[in-house]
């Protein structure tokens, strides 16, 4: 008896299939996704949000959706586009300076997707301690994105953050064998728990 196929999906080899098929905006930092410690869906979700595909009012009116205005509704100021969503609103600016308080650094936050990805890196990481950061930075994005999708009335960044710090740190624990800090530890000193990891 003949087996059935599998079904089964991969990001990286439908990427490979897509990267090769000139997709525009795929670039050299689009490589570092697939290395990132999250999960598959979160890594697709930013491939797309990265290619500037994801649904906001801007792109559905580019597309030739008649739409009654196209400002973003959280803060009525600025168009609906993934740059102002996830880094450049007054809500995600709060919580990327949130973010930083708690790494205890000082970032000049990008106001273009794109450019705020690549700008979180780190000197002080190796590789693998660089790839953990980068994975921060997505949990917080989809944090931020789930936050702005389920809950349109009031968005709480401190409660974005903290569920970014637990998001990062379930990965962490979920993808990385390396990691035996507890919770309490990656909220107190999360730059010391990812060298301690990549050591």
Not at 36 to 57: C, E, N, P
Not at 68 to 76: F, I, P, S, V
Not at 93 to 117: D, Q
Request: a positive charge.
């Amino acid at each position: 008896m003949e087996r059935p196929p599998s079904y089964s999906f991969s990001v990286k080899p439908a990427y490979k299939k897509l990267a090769n098929h000139g997709i525009e905006g795929v670039t050299e930092s689009f490589a570092h996704l697939w290395n990132l410690k999250v999960m598959s869906s979160t890594q697709l979700y930013l491939w797309r949000a990265l290619s500037d595909r994801i649904a906001t009012k801007l792109n559905l009116h580019k597309r030739g959706l008649t739409l009654r205005d196209t400002l973003y509704a959280l803060c009525g100021r600025e168009e609906e586009s993934t740059s102002h969503i996830l880094v450049s609103c007054k809500v995600s600016t709060t919580v990327w300076n949130l973010c930083n308080n708690w790494l205890g650094i000082s970032l000049v936050n990008h106001n273009e997707l794109i450019n705020h990805f690549e700008q979180f890196w780190c000197i002080c990481f190796n590789k693998e301690g660089n790839r953990l950061w980068k994975s921060l930075w997505v949990s917080v994005i989809w944090c931020i994105w789930n936050r702005v999708i389920f809950n349109q009335v009031k968005i709480d960044a401190v409660e974005i953050l903290t569920m970014a710090q637990v998001q990062s740190w379930a990965w962490m624990r979920h993808k990385v064998r390396k990691v035996k800090f507890s919770f309490s530890d990656w909220i107190l000193f999360p730059l010391i728990c990812i060298n301690m990891v990549t050591k």
